[in-house]
Structure formats: structure tokens, C-alpha cells
Nanobody, 117 residues
Framework: VQLQASGGGVVQAGESLRISCAAS????????MGWYRQAPGKERELVAS??????IDYGEFVKGRFTISFYAKNAVYLQMDSLKPEDTGVYYC?????????????WGQGTQVTVSS
């Protein structure tokens, strides 16, 4: 199973960015997909997650600025609006498997998001 993340980059504070993640693998189906981030010197934290049934959770810091959604089977967008310098970090895609892959967790390689002030 591979998770391919894309769409990171450098933006100014207040601007928007959309990152995407697609999971692929033999008979793979995701129960949950999500985004975590890690800033230098800080622990990895949950940004947003979405289940196959549509339940969504956001980190407390999101405060309505980000939106996670499926755009295809096993593929999610994270739309980030009103970005702040403190949103800078490496964003990692994560998936919990279902069916054949139940109980297994997978991670993507990470994509850098830099917000300048």
C-alpha cells in the first residue's frame, strides 16, 4: 500500500493551499484517511481525518479554516484557507485499512507546507 501526497508549497499568510493524498494497493480500502502535521521541534499532531462513512474530525487549531474531503475512492483533499505562519510544517497523509487491511496503518512521505508572514 502506498500513499502519495502532493500539493505542498510556499504561500503567504492569509492565502489558501490544497494538498491531496491518494492511497493505492492490491485490494486496498481505507476505513479512515487523514492528515497530520509536524513542525520543527514539535510533536506530530492531527490536522483532519475522515472516515469512509463521512465522519470528520479536525484539530482544535483548525477553527473552520480547513476542509477535508474524499475526491475519489481512497483519495482525499485537504483544503486549507486563511493560512497562518504557525501552519508551517510537514504534512503527512495517513490511512487506516479496512477489510483485508483491517487494523493496519499506513503513512505517506509527507509534503512541506510553508506559510510566510
Amino acid at each position: 500500500v502506498q500513499l502519495q501526497a502532493s500539493g505542498g508549497g510556499v504561500v503567504q499568510a492569509g492565502e489558501s493551499l490544497r494538498i491531496s493524498c491518494a492511497a493505492s494497493g492490491d485490494r486496498f480500502s481505507a476505513h479512515v484517511m487523514g492528515w497530520y502535521r509536524q513542525a520543527p521541534g514539535k510533536e506530530r499532531e492531527l490536522v483532519a481525518s475522515i472516515t469512509s462513512s463521512g465522519r470528520i474530525d479536525y484539530g482544535e487549531f483548525v477553527k473552520g479554516r480547513f476542509t477535508i474531503s474524499f475526491y475519489a475512492k481512497n483519495a482525499v483533499y485537504l483544503q486549507m484557507d486563511s493560512l497562518k505562519p504557525e501552519d508551517t510544517g510537514v504534512y503527512y497523509c495517513q490511512a487506516d485499512g479496512a477489510n483485508w487491511y483491517r487494523g493496519r496503518e499506513f503513512w505517506g512521505q509527507g509534503t512541506q507546507v510553508t506559510v510566510s508572514s
